[in-house]
């Protein structure tokens, strides 16, 4: 068999690929922006400076009102709703 380089259409993609994005648009965006941030930026960072950016965003986060609705959807076993904020 040969490699190829083609692509096949596949029927259960689009499906697939709208189930994740459900998943995402339900996660806090604020965290996930300084996650796609801090990897988009990774291979240009020695270790310091990877740790460095984590405590920032880690710190940027906690001070989110999104992260206040996460503990509290855990402390409650439900669902948070993350707007943003």
């Known amino acids: 068999m040969e490699p190829t380089t083609d692509s096949q259409p596949n029927p259960q993609l ?41 405590v920032e965003a880690q710190a940027r986060c906690l001070g989110t009102h999104d992260f206040r609705e996460a503990m509290a959807a855990w402390m409650q076993k439900r669902d948070a709703r993350c707007d943003g904020r």
């Open 14 to 54: 689009s499906g697939r690929v709208a189930d994740y994005a459900r998943v995402l648009a339900g996660n806090p965006p604020i965290a996930l922006s300084l996650v796609k941030n801090g990897l988009n930026r990774a291979t240009a960072w020695d270790f310091e400076m990877a740790l460095e950016y984590e």
